[in-house]
């Protein structure tokens, strides 16, 4: 049974919606930083979304916060496809997973401070609604009347790409016939913060597989995506299947990835098995791409030891690393690359200075377009990973249904 | 959707109640016996090794300590189980010490915020069994059991896995950080042991049954009253 891509809709530091995305990922441009001042004064580059952010609709005041904020406007650019789902199956049968790993926090940490100062919370805040990690995706329900299952998967900086298999396992198992998910995640002081403190923001651009890489620059945003058991009527085909994911653990340290990759080529290697893929059928990877050193040192092993050679790109020199969104984002990026007319491949932005301590990927540079081989078969499959903190690693296949 | 599941075994810990035998008779009966000391429960995780146990938060010891009561009997390989973390609130306690130590103008612990994501026993616990299996963690509110059985129960409907542990726990939420309107009556941890049953009987039950949780009250001590 396959899993229909029927819609998707991305903001992030790129831009707001598919197009405009599409434009800013293919002039190999990325967006100008922003600041973001830490709790020492001083400023860490960040990847923030410059759209302006309306307020929720009154009647969702509870759910109040930038991160159902950014929600919202996502869900406004596949509101026609969510409606007529709904309308084709009835709200139980439309579910939610979504994925986070702040949640409301930001307005947690305005709402902690003024509770230390005034003795208590200020009237607009809901910790229940608005800091709980299950308020993303309950607050998605109730935005559009879905009724099904709604629940937010919450393992840091796989959690979106472990939600879109959890949505694809509840369609192929026939708990629903639809399912909202993704993941959506928002700048705030304890991540910045927290990765500072453990000398993991780099001060300038993320530098991914550069030797001169110095780890992230945070970012926030999201990407939802309307999964469904079938084609739906009068919307159009995109031609997209979410094909499958493997997940595993690497059992070795709470924060650090396994130095070997075996937690990241377990999780590939069980995407391709989930998937009934063998390597040389990918022909694309967006890669987990933190800039970090441990990161890219481990993935670029991993990536070689399970595919040998393919084509593949971090995009978080465009995003920034949006946390437990970053997978959603990025597989939001596989899919517009996968739709792109001129079969552009996402490029890979960085000083040009290839780490030579780690081993050579082949990367995607500028303006590089799919290989024809891989229209032989009229099937093209692109493979995103996702690595969190406590080994937990998660890998998504995408395919794209296209002659030519 | 034709599985049918039970729960093989369980077990859980809370303050007073840190065996399985004492949770069971406080499910059944109500009966739990409490030392009003004011000293915070922490499980004595005794198979963890001395570095894991002493950067292990409370929430994964309690569902670490819960977990080993119903493996260690069984002695056997667990690098390649499936489990299912469900916390309403996660690292709850950490996160208040992370927002008070940037309030206090401090610079805050890198390992304080590695044990903050929500996820943190997961990880901890797959250290101490060299589990490399598949692992999800679940959040959805009063829903949060709910969301955790029915992740485990499409596991073994999709057949990735024949069992899985589900794996629950909460602490109580610091008021420095807001109300629960419907708080748990203690802090807790609990390792469930689902697998398919070979047929529906009073104690087992379908996805379709799991899917009713999500229009009730029904928390995980309910069910567990209903079910073992």
Known sequence: MSVHITAFGVISSLGVGIDKSTDVLFSAIPPELSSYEKSDGSQAPVRRISYDLPMLDKRFSKYECRNNRIASAILKQIEISVKAAMDKYGPKEVAVVAGSSTSGLDKTEKAFKYYKTNGNHPDDYNFETQHSMGSLSEFIAKKVGAEGPAYTISTACSSAAKAMISAADLIKSGVCKAVITGGVDTLCDLTVNGFSSLGQLSEGRLNSLSKNRSGLNIGEGGALFLFTAENIENIENLNLVFKGGGESMDAYHISAPHPEGLGAKLSMERALKDCSLVPAQISYINLHGTATKANDAMESKAVNDVFGSVLCSSTKSFTGHCLGASGAVEAAICCLSLNDELLRLPPH?????????????????????????FFKNGYIYFLSNSFAFGGNNCSIIIEKKRAS | MSSVFKISDWSARSKGLDSKLLFEKWLKEGTRVLDDDGVKYVPGCKELKPAVRR???LLSKLVIDSFYEITIKDGGDLSNEAMVFASKNGEIEILDNLLNQMYQGEELSPMDFCNSVHHTPTGYLSMATLNRGISKTVSAGNNTFAAGLLEAAVIIERKKSDSVYLLVSDLMVPESLGEVLTPDPFAYGMAIL???????????????????????????????????
């Open chain 1, 349 to 373: 932005i960085f000083d040009g200075e290839y780490d030579e301590d780690i081993e050579l990927l082949e990367i995607v540079k500028n303006e590089e377009t799919l290989k024809p081989e």
């Open chain 2, 55 to 57: 950067r292990a938060t």
């Open chain 2, 194 to 228: 689902l697998e398919e049953a070979d047929g529906m009987d009073k104690n087992s039950f379908s996805i379709d049954d799991i899917k009713e949780l999500f229009y009730t009250d029904s928390d995980v001590f309910d069910f567990l009253k209903r079910h073992i």
